[in-house]
């Protein structure tokens, strides 16, 4: 398993994404600066990857600072937040970083100690990231047929996260238990980390594999030649809508319009209950470059303008399941996704239709201990029938 973010000796290594699959660059990050410049410029990339990148750009800038203050973290935070804006995970590790060293000021911490403490809590993050993919993978792969050929968007492996990965986590862990699983990648203009990075990943692994252009999903579907469509997500709102890679929202209708199953594979980290709906994420528009050129080469006419919208939002209607690290969500999400969290439901009592006991399947019983996989899905394949299922 790759584990592309590496913290030793007080200086951050990173797998240089933007190099692969053509070479394997490591790069020596310092500086909080320089890792918040690493995170915008796509060196590492994918939801929990750079929540686990950005803790670790805390640890960094409590190293650099003359002396013990929470000013300085905060700014750092700051900083780390405003380089890529959807990505919750990056908000929340930033969250948990500062509230740790909030405490441990409290406590009296001197500037080693802080520094140490920090260092433990990025690297537990770090750990716990690669677990709860390990537990959203299982949970993932009972939904999974045998044999099946799975459309995934983007990239979603170990790359994407501090290790195993969310929907790819999926695709290991029922190859695992020895289901012939075909992926289906798509390409994922213009950044292509579909055709670089998953394709990359999926040969390592020995996974079979087949690219194709983003257009070519309709194509497939109607061709009955997609059995389910499983995707990660940067940001999940508390009402279950999606933001994910761009991309994502049309192979959702897609999927509708042909009955094929569109699972999404995220840690519980990534459902962000202070969101309440999909039009309050905030979607990140990058640099126009990127659409205007392909592999370094332009692709338009000098002077051409483009737009590069780099995320967009999958109404929760469309989404058959919500698979998580705590069980498999179902709608109405309001329900099954504050049930998992553990949070007291804020929404209207009328959002939803079916009794709360239903919507969600944790993974935990009431002592917490982990159900077995068999058990942590109960519900039928596809969520109910919603206003929108009346467009197809
Ligand atoms: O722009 P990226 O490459 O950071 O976008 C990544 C995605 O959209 C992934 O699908 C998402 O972060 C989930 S990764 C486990």
Redesign the pocket.
Known sequence: MIRPIRFENGVLHLLDQRRLPGEEVWLELRSVQETATAIRN?VV????A?GVTAAYGMVLAAGAAESVSLDTLERAGETLCEARPT?VNLAWAVKRMLESARDAIERGAGRDELFDRLARDASELEQKDVSSNERLGRHGASLIPDPARILT????GSL??AGY???LGVVRAATAQGKTLTVVADETRP?L?GARLTAWELDREGIPYEIITDSMAGALMARNEVDVVI????RIAANGDVA??VGTYPLAVLARRHGVPFYVA?PISTVDPDTPSGEKIPIEERDAAEVLAFAGINVAPEGARARHI??DVTPASLVSAIVTDEGIARAPYERSLARLLGVELEVAEDAGSGPPEEAAVPSSDSRGETLPDSQAEARPDEAPPTASDDLF
């Open positions: 796509m990339r994918g939801a929990p750079i990505a968007h983007c990239n979603t994407a996260t990965g969310t929907a950044f980390q995707v990660g997500a940067d994910n890679k995220a780099a995320f």
